[in-house]
């Protein structure tokens, strides 16, 4: 049986943390469920998830006009 040991470089990170660099940058969460029956399948379900929040995705109108002029 392997047992984890730490490294010095594990570094705790805070969910709020977590989430603002998911929420800035963006996540693709992707999966495949397959359900059969006696070697057949039957339903095939896939699964393509992107989070992120608005404004990674989409820039903000104030900033383009002050930087047009």
């Known amino acids: ?13 805070a969910l709020v943390d ?10 693709v969460i992707t999966g495949e469920i397959t359900l059969s029956l006696a070697d057949v399948d039957m339903v095939r379900i896939s699964l393509r998830t992107l989070i992120a929040s608005v ?5 903000d109108p104030a900033e383009q006009d002050s930087a047009d002029g």
Do not use: Q, Y
């Open 55 to 59: 404004s990674a995705l989409v820039p």
């Open 1 to 13: 049986m392997s047992e984890m040991v730490p490294t010095e470089d594990t570094r705790r990170i």
């Open 18 to 27: 977590l989430l603002d660099r998911v929420l800035g940058g963006g996540v």
